[in-house]
């Protein structure tokens, strides 16, 4: 299952809001199922509870091919499920056009209801070259409020208006309904361009309008008045957005020191310190650091530690300089970072747990000034070597999540032969990489390389593994 719509209460032509995130790739045949449920109370989706509606099969490449698909649903034993149908329209979500944040309120909506007021809620639709109409936006619904503040939400500028500022967007409010028939209360027509009037201080409104009530009532004026509070624009940039517009590369490497790893002095270490030939550690750095090192003026990697105790009081930490200068973590090229690391070994022990998020939150505190600074010259990547499991694995999705806002990647290389099914995750290739919350990250920052794969393979040919 990649993913489950809102359910809509007693509709039997519903219009489902929740947009559905799949990667596609041309060269591969990429199946889909999609099943339809009535949902019975609070019970997960698609539980014995539920009653199958029934269910259709295609590929993504049908859809992208279609733009808009429509196909029978099917019972089990390939019964057609009555005339029910099920409609998918695909757009590309991919390029830097960014995302907006929006807030609406209305003020004095007509009172649809008897004998309380009115719950309203706020569609928004954008409208296709087709005259078509494509569901945006849907809002929660504000119980008995004729002047109800929705909470703020996000939209891609894709979807919102294709990123054509001009592109006529229809915004309706409604009474909503338990039993499905929710009462029309007014709409209005804008577009994203004047949206825009809307952002600092300033506030833009519409009067909302029921056309019929126009045409029966001389003295109609408006069914209630929509306020939009504010409007933050979060531009969208890819890694060679930031590359090609001049960005100085700025590389940190980040080396796992738990006790997982093995006793440095023991032959089976990682960490084994071999007069003779590099450990493993040693390999995966310098194979990574070489491509790595290509994008980096300066050629200075700052280098950290994290998972030992060091001394002089040997309390564990989880970033600390493994050239023990807080001040300055830099290393003069890899192989500075190579000298840092065999002087840091003997004086450290290696202990636990095998938290990553603290490292990740240093270098996007970094990222995170440098772009309040709005010169935003330089792009962060973090490159992590680790044996494998992650013990703050929560704290580790949050900080990446909230690190995908920043201009900042994360190379993931795993030594040894662990199990590394978390890697897996936190990279995101087969999912979108959630918070614990379900906030998904903005782009897919992680790269995850098993180094196992790959540590036979020239620096230079193992490039196409990152």
Request: proline content about 4%; hydrophobic content about 35%; some cysteine.
């Amino acid at each position: 299952q990649v993913d489950r719509s809102e359910v809509i209460k007693s509709n039997l032509n519903p219009v489902f809001a929740k947009i559905f995130t799949v990667d596609y790739y041309f060269e591969e045949v990429q199946k889909l199922r999609f099943e339809v449920y009535d949902s019975h109370g609070q019970a997960g989706v698609g539980t014995h509870d539920d009653d199958f509606l029934g269910g259709m099969e295609c590929t993504v490449g049908q859809i992208v091919a279609q733009k808009r698909v429509t196909k029978p649903l099917f019972l089990k034993y390939g019964k057609f499920a009555g005339k029910s149908t099920i409609t998918i329209i695909s757009e590309e979500i991919s390029g830097n056009n960014g995302y907006v944040e929006l807030a609406f309120r209305a003020k004095k909506l007509d009172d649809k209801d008897l004998f309380s007021k009115s719950d309203p809620f706020l569609e928004i639709y954008r409208i296709d070259d087709d005259r078509s109409e494509q569901l945006v936006y849907r809002t929660e619904v504000v119980k008995n409020n004729l002047s109800p503040i929705w909470e703020p939400f996000k939209v891609s500028l894709n979807s919102l208006c294709s990123c054509e500022e001009k592109r006529k967007l229809r915004c309706v409010v409604w009474d909503y309904d338990s039993r499905g028939k929710h009462d029309f209360i007014g709409e209005f027509f804008t577009t994203f361009e004047e949206m825009q009037k809307a952002m600092g201080e300033n506030k833009v409104q519409w009067d909302c309008m029921n056309p019929k009530y126009k045409i029966k009532k001389r003295n109609y004026k408006n069914s209630g008045v929509v306020v939009l509070l504010d409007l933050k624009i979060h531009r969208v940039y890819s890694f060679l957005d930031y590359i090609m517009g001049g960005c100085q590369i700025h590389f940190t490497v980040a080396i796992d020191f738990t006790a997982s790893n093995g006793d440095p002095r023991n032959s089976c270490s990682l960490h084994y310190i071999n007069p003779y030939q590099p450990n493993e550690y040693l390999k995966a750095l310098v194979a990574v650091g070489e491509i790595c090192q290509d994008y980096d003026s300066d050629k200075k990697f700052s280098a950290l530690g994290f998972g030992a105790r060091i001394p002089p009081k040997y309390e564990v930490s989880h970033d600390f300089a493994i050239n023990f200068n807080p001040d300055n973590d830099e290393c003069e090229g890899i192989q500075g970072v190579v000298e840092s690391y065999q002087s840091c070994l003997p004086k450290i022990q290696l202990y636990g747990p095998t938290n990553v998020a603290p490292i990740i939150s240093k270098v996007a505190r970094v990222a995170a000034d440098e772009e309040r600074t709005k010169e935003a010259s330089q792009y962060f990547i973090l490159l992590i070597l680790t044996d494998g499991v992650v013990t703050d694995m929560a704290d580790t999705r949050e900080a990446i999540v909230r690190a995908s806002y920043l201009p900042m990647s994360i190379i993931i290389v795993g030594v040894g032969n662990a199990d590394f099914t978390d890697m897996q995750i936190l990279d995101g290739d087969d999912g979108v990489l959630r918070s614990p919350k379900g906030e998904p990250v903005l782009r897919d920052i992680v790269q995850f390389v098993p180094f196992r794969e790959f540590k036979n393979v020239s620096g230079a040919a193992a490039g196409p593994c990152l």
